[in-house]
């Protein structure tokens, strides 16, 4: 992200309990090469697992011909690797780059960059193969340390059908146009976006008396929102203050002190949620100021169409 969002949660625990087959089962592919955005209609490129585990969406990528489990986070504007992984698959990490940094919620680390000779998702071949290789620090509580996180500029060469409740992602080539819509026959809610720069998807919702900007973020296991506008919002710092405490977790090690507060009313693509919890604490987003994490995600299908700048939403029963 910014990895501002990566492993953004409560919880961080250190140690290998043993990750158990990840997001193995692969769907088989129609002939189509993702080679970039198209106009409208939806056609299908393939589908891979998604592993929830500690409420965190794990998938299995393909570098170089071996698998890597990696943290599935929409809300990171980088694919990145540890030197780990980057020594598994033959490729040697030779150290930072000039200008090359991977963004925390409270520090920045520098980066290095690789170019692979080949990546795929749920045998979909990447046609951005160039990722991130960083000393970042993602550690599953179930599972243990994790190869890196799967990022906006490797997700938005698609049009993307996620489906945590389902435990899957479907990739699709993407569409451009305005007219744009999802391979679903249920009612749904579109919803127009701007991409960053940073290709992240953001959108407009309403937190009680305010109009706010919002980012869907399958890397943060709860959403958060700015100290910024949490005050904007009328919600004082003494409030605050009596708010249960938390600590948030970014994926360079760093931790941030947050409070879960709980607002009147969310209301995100005509959908009213009452009475939501939020953590607050410091973000350093330029695009947002509130992430929607797996708390939100959890019951929800959305798909993200990064060339016609939308989301679809539909609530799972």
Same mark, same amino acid.
């Given at each position: 992200m910014s990895l501002?969002?990566?492993?953004?949660?409560?919880?961080?625990?250190?140690?290998?309990?043993?990750?158990?087959?990840?997001?193995?089962?692969?769907?088989s592919t129609t002939g189509y090469a993702a080679d970039g955005v198209g106009g409208c209609g939806t056609i299908?490129?393939?589908?891979? %697992?998604?592993?929830?585990?500690?409420?965190? #969406?794990?998938?299995? +990528?393909? &570098?170089?011909?071996?698998?890597?489990?990696? !943290?599935?986070?929409?809300?990171?504007?980088?694919t990145v690797l540890t030197p780990a992984a980057a020594q598994r698959i033959g490729t040697r990490y030779t150290g930072v780059e000039l200008g090359r940094q991977v963004h925390g919620i409270a520090r920045d680390l520098p980066a290095g960059e690789l170019e692979l000779r080949s990546f795929t998702i749920g045998g979909v071949e990447v046609p951005r193969r160039r990722v991130r290789v960083a000393p970042i620090e993602i550690v599953n509580a179930?599972?243990?340390?994790?190869?890196?996180?799967?990022?906006?500029?490797?997700?938005?060469?698609?049009?993307?059908?996620?489906?945590?409740?389902?435990?899957?992602?479907?990739?699709?080539?993407?569409?451009?146009?305005? %007219?744009?819509?999802?391979?679903?026959?249920? #009612?749904?809610?579109? +919803?127009? &976006?701007?991409?960053?720069?940073?290709?992240? !998807?953001?959108?407009?919702?309403?937190?009680?008396?305010?109009?706010?900007?919002a980012l869907l973020d399958t890397g943060a296991q709860f959403s958060v929102l700015s100290m910024r506008t949490a005050l904007g919002l009328g919600v004082s710092e003494a409030a605050l203050a009596r708010d249960p405490p938390v600590t948030v977790y970014g994926a360079v090690g760093e931790q941030m002190s947050a409070h879960t507060h709980r607002f009147f009313r969310l209301e995100v693509g005509g959908e009213v949620i009452r009475n939501p919890e939020i953590d607050v604490t410091e973000l350093r987003l330029n695009e947002a100021d509130l992430v929607l994490g797996v708390d939100f995600l959890g019951s929800r299908r959305v798909w993200m169409s990064y060339g016609s700048q939308q989301l679809f939403l539909m609530r799972r029963i």
């Amino acid at each position: 992200m910014s990895l501002a969002s990566i492993c953004m949660g409560r919880l961080s625990v250190k140690g290998w309990a043993g990750l158990v087959i990840v997001a193995t089962t692969l769907m088989s592919t129609t002939g189509y090469a993702a080679d970039g955005v198209g106009g409208c209609g939806t056609i299908r490129l393939g589908e891979t %697992a998604i592993a929830m585990l500690s409420d965190e #969406p794990l998938v299995k +990528i393909f &570098a170089n011909g071996v698998g890597l489990i990696l !943290l599935l986070d929409t809300g990171a504007e980088a694919t990145v690797l540890t030197p780990a992984a980057a020594q598994r698959i033959g490729t040697r990490y030779t150290g930072v780059e000039l200008g090359r940094q991977v963004h925390g919620i409270a520090r920045d680390l520098p980066a290095g960059e690789l170019e692979l000779r080949s990546f795929t998702i749920g045998g979909v071949e990447v046609p951005r193969r160039r990722v991130r290789v960083a000393p970042i620090e993602i550690v599953n509580a179930a599972s243990g340390p994790l190869d890196g996180v799967l990022g906006a500029d490797t997700l938005s060469s698609f049009d993307i059908d996620l489906d945590l409740p389902d435990h899957r992602m479907t990739l699709y080539r993407g569409q451009s146009c305005a %007219a744009a819509s999802p391979a679903w026959v249920q #009612p749904y809610a579109r +919803i127009a &976006a701007g991409r960053s720069p940073s290709n992240r !998807l953001y959108f407009s919702v309403q937190l009680d008396s305010r109009r706010i900007s919002a980012l869907l973020d399958t890397g943060a296991q709860f959403s958060v929102l700015s100290m910024r506008t949490a005050l904007g919002l009328g919600v004082s710092e003494a409030a605050l203050a009596r708010d249960p405490p938390v600590t948030v977790y970014g994926a360079v090690g760093e931790q941030m002190s947050a409070h879960t507060h709980r607002f009147f009313r969310l209301e995100v693509g005509g959908e009213v949620i009452r009475n939501p919890e939020i953590d607050v604490t410091e973000l350093r987003l330029n695009e947002a100021d509130l992430v929607l994490g797996v708390d939100f995600l959890g019951s929800r299908r959305v798909w993200m169409s990064y060339g016609s700048q939308q989301l679809f939403l539909m609530r799972r029963i």
